[in-house]
């Protein structure tokens, strides 16, 4: 099996995050099992929460039209290859994570000559081979069957809420106005992050 997404998606995916990168074909394998299991956010609204800041997560937003913006994009800063994908209308959802050592000698190759490449000791050899090896490494990605390369298990949470209507609030301090559920409260003033954060270091 290799990645059902189109080529030109595939090549506009690329396009739109700057530079082919092994994150960013691990974020166009999840996005695929998101449109396998549950459709494109067009289609039928899903929600998608992402363990990393990594490059994937462009491939995330732009293949299966969950965004940062429209709030079905959700970053938990965990700093894990894992992400949960949700359909909304039942709350049914999967979380994937990468398998550690997925990509097997191969990957552990690369990273050594890596390593040799920062510190500048890669000779001329190596070079060809590492570039070799990355574009090996960049095929098995793209082709590598979605549960060799993902742990595919039930979400840990249920789905996250949605984006509710808020109500703006003014920051006794600097004036300006804060979402509610951003707002901050010290000495019976209400107050926006920034201001509460400063006031607490003053304390
Ligand atoms: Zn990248
Ligand atoms: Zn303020």
């Known amino acids: ?6 080529s030109k998606k595939i090549d506009d995916c690329i396009e739109f995050h700057g530079h082919v990168c092994p994150g960013l074909s691990i974020g166009i394998r999840a996005a ?5 299991a549950f459709g494109h ?10 363990e990393t800041d990594m490059c994937g997560v462009d491939a995330i937003q732009f293949l299966t039209g969950c965004t940062f913006g429209k ?13 949960t994908f949700y359909r909304q209308r039942d709350g049914k959802g999967a979380r994937l994570t990468m398998i550690p050592g997925a990509l097997g000698k191969t990957h552990e190759r ?12 890669l000779t001329a050899e190596e070079k060809t081979e590492l570039a070799g090896l ?9 082709e590598m ?22 109500e703006t609030l003014t920051c006794a301090e600097c004036g300006e106005g804060v ?9 019976g003033q209400t107050l926006c992050i920034p201001c509460f954060e400063g006031m607490d270091q003053k304390r």
């Not at 695929?32 to 396998?36: A, I, P, R, S, W």
């Not at 956010?41 to 992402?50: F, I, L, Q």
């Open 41 to 50: 956010n067009s289609d039928e609204p899903v929600c998608a929460v992402c």
């Open 110 to 121: 690369a990273a050594e000559l890596m390593k040799k490449s920062v510190d500048g000791s």
């Open 1 to 6: 099996m290799t990645c059902t997404i189109d």
């Open 145 to 166: 069957p979605l549960e060799e390369l993902f742990e595919i298990n039930e979400p840990q949470t249920p789905m996250p809420r949605g984006a509710r209507i808020l």
């Open 179 to 187: 979402m509610e559920s951003r707002s901050r409260r010290m000495g």
């Open 32 to 36: 695929e099992y998101c449109l396998q």
């Open 134 to 142: 990355r574009v090996a490494q960049q095929t098995k990605l793209m």
């Open 71 to 83: 709030g079905n994009l959700m970053h938990r800063d965990w700093g894990k290859t894992a992400f």
